[in-house]
């Protein structure tokens, strides 16, 4: 059975730094894309970005690079989204996704991160 | 970027009628376009890719057609479980979703 499984809740203050995880099992973890999705609390879906296990090739949205970093580690099957300094605005729910990358929609999602960033 | 517009935003039905959602794309995306269910409180589900394939395990009431820019999502006889918001993503380039289309109880 596919599994993406994410990281527990996170409350954090403005400026500090936080790494978020996304494991993957049940299918072969290098040939599937991971991407990550945000959704800011009432609003609809955004794609930040997305990251091939198998050679760390990366792809940002214009909106979202520079702003965060999506790593991966395939030796443990995980996947992060990480920030140097988190704002109020990053405030979120975050769900990594996998991708087959032909077509690159999501068929597996996980169960979301969520992320409160507040003094 | 390319620009997903989802209309209605909201619309209100009952269970059994056939309910058609529409997605449209700022420039010609080929078949790139994916839609997605989401409940409250949970991940959102693939339901349809390519523009018309059904994602296994999805009821064979949910469709999708279209072509260049104009696509649509078709729920034939709506059902209690469907109550939910729908999203259209063009996988194009920069894979961008629309907005959202709450489906709501009449």
């Known amino acids: 059975e596919v599994q993406l499984v994410q990281s527990g809740a996170e409350v954090k203050k403005p400026g500090e730094s936080l790494k978020i995880s996304c494991k993957g099992s049940?299918?072969?973890?290098?040939?599937?894309?991971i991407g990550w999705v945000r959704q800011m609390p009432g609003k609809g879906l955004e794609w930040m970005g997305i990251?091939?296990?198998?050679?760390?090739?990366?792809r940002y949205s214009p909106s979202f690079q520079g702003q965060v970093t999506i790593s991966a580690d395939k030796s443990i099957s995980t996947a992060y989204l990480q920030w140097s300094s988190l704002k109020a605005s990053d405030t979120a729910m975050y769900y990594c996704?996998?991708?087959?990358?032909?077509?690159?929609?999501?068929?597996?999602w996980g169960q979301g991160t969520l992320v409160t960033v507040s003094s | 970027d390319i620009q997903m517009t989802q209309s209605p935003s909201s619309l209100s039905a009952s269970v059994g009628d056939r309910v058609t959602i529409t997605c449209r794309a700022s420039?010609?995306?080929?078949?790139?376009l994916n839609w997605y269910q989401q409940k409250p409180g949970q991940a959102p589900r693939l339901l349809i890719y390519?523009?018309?394939s059904l994602q296994s395990g999805v009821p064979s009431r949910f469709s999708g057609s279209g072509s260049g820019t104009e696509f649509t999502l078709t729920i034939s006889s709506l059902q209690p479980e469907d109550f939910a918001t729908y999203y259209c993503?063009?996988?194009?380039?920069?894979?961008?979703f629309g907005q959202g289309t709450k489906v709501e109880i009449k």
């Open positions: 996704a996998r991708s087959r990358g032909s077509y690159w929609y999501f068929d597996y």
């Open positions: 049940g299918y072969s973890f290098t040939s599937y894309w």
């Open positions: 990251i091939y296990p198998g050679d760390s090739d990366t």
């Open positions: 420039q010609r995306i080929s078949n790139y």
């Open positions: 390519t523009v018309s």
């Open positions: 993503q063009q996988s194009y380039n920069t894979r961008t």
